[in-house]
């Protein structure tokens, strides 16, 4: 099984909407991110997370929020989603010993029409 | 500004046509460069994490490089099954608990037999 899962994996919404995004792990890091990914961009820093406790904002928080439910689940959510969040968004994870590397899930595709 | 450019933006090569791809940063400070690979629809995977100038890390037919400016993703005799998108990312070494990475836009590797 996957260390890092997201759900869904393809969402298709309207403009206006509310969608949530939702991101589990198994690896037991504290440490959560969510990241978008657009066509010809690097990925980019929505808000992390380092514990249940602790949220903070990335590069383009704007017109997203976060909930850290537990120290295994970080969830993204779009409040009144809008053609140009249509993009790749991945979450990630770090432990807080040995390496500095994160390790990604497998991405949720959103569109919104 | 901390920033990553990678080159080329997409390469073409033969089955067994070794070549390398390059990552080049401006950091004020370096704490860790990364390099992932990244097939399409799916998460970024890691490969690397380098740590200072003229730190090497080897992975079956690749190899990464650091200098002050830069790295190298050395692929040797490269096989179809190598074809994927290759990021780099660096973490700044500033003050504060922050571990962000900092993004290149990617070189797309197609590896034709």
């Known amino acids: ?113 | 500004e901390d920033q990553v450019t990678q080159s080329p933006e997409a390469l073409r090569l033969q089955e067994g046509e070794s070549s390398s791809l390059n990552c080049s940063y401006t950091v004020s400070g370096l704490r860790g460069l990364f390099w992932y690979r990244q097939d399409p629809g799916k998460g970024p995977e890691f490969l690397f994490t380098l740590y200072s100038a003229g730190e090497e890390k080897e992975k079956e037919r690749l190899k990464a490089t650091l200098t002050k400016k830069e790295s190298f993703l050395h692929i040797t005799a490269p096989k179809p099954e190598d074809s994927a998108t290759y990021l780099c990312a660096v973490q700044a070494a500033r003050g504060g608990a922050t571990n962000k990475l900092i993004f290149g836009t990617g070189t797309l590797l197609a590896v034709q037999p």
């Open chain 1, 1 to 113: 099984d996957a260390d890092v899962t997201q759900t869904p994996r393809n969402r298709i919404t309207k403009t206006g909407k509310r969608i949530m995004l939702e991101c589990s792990q198994t690896k037991g890091h504290d440490r959560m991110y969510w990241y978008r990914q657009d066509p010809g961009l690097g990925l980019q820093l929505i808000y992390y997370s380092f514990d249940v406790k602790d949220i903070n904002k990335g590069e383009i928080s704007d017109g997203y929020s976060v909930s850290r439910q537990a120290q295994a689940k970080f969830s993204l959510s779009l409040e009144s989603a809008i053609p140009n969040q249509t993009a790749l968004y991945f979450c990630a994870t770090r432990g807080t010993g040995g390496g500095n590397e994160q390790f990604f899930g497998p991405g949720t595709r959103l569109t919104v029409l």
